[in-house]
């Protein structure tokens, strides 16, 4: 599975881009996709996941009710849409996805800090204030 995230660039706080993760490989439509971000100087965290059917979906508590994440399983491309970014938005973005298929979104939670996932490419997300 080759990931490879778009769509970042630089915006004033309030405001809003649209990220993109553009998948190929095997069984693509049926894992699990993660979005999570790493900020200079610190670890790589969870933001959101969607499920195979786009139906279970999470998001870490402090991108609730600004970001959503939605998944279109022709194009084989996950959608994270990040609306009044803040300065502490400010990170690399990278998309993941599930090594094995049909797993619930709750899953790719824990995934920040290991290798038990396909990487992409990150998308640089700068947020001025």
């Known amino acids: 599975v080759q990931l490879q995230a778009s769509g970042g660039g630089l915006v004033q706080a309030g405001g809003s881009l649209r990220l993109s993760c553009a998948a190929s490989?095997?069984?693509?439509?049926?894992?699990?996709m993660g979005w999570f971000r790493q900020a200079p100087g610190k670890e790589r965290e969870f933001v959101a996941a969607?499920?195979?059917?786009?139906?279970?979906?999470y998001y870490t508590d402090s991108v609730k009710g600004r970001f959503t994440i939605s998944r279109d399983n022709v194009r084989d491309t996950v959608l994270l849409q990040t609306n009044s970014l803040k300065p502490e938005d400010t990170a690399v973005y990278y998309c993941?996805?599930?090594?094995?298929?049909?797993?619930?979104?709750?899953?790719?939670?824990?995934?920040?800090?290991?290798?038990?996932?396909?990487w992409g490419q990150g998308t640089q997300v700068t947020v001025s204030s």
């Open positions: 993941a996805a599930d090594l094995e298929q049909w797993r619930s979104a709750q899953r790719m939670r824990d995934k920040a800090s290991t290798q038990e996932a396909y």
């Open positions: 490989g095997r069984a693509v439509g049926r894992r699990a």
């Open positions: 969607i499920d195979w059917s786009g139906n279970d979906i």
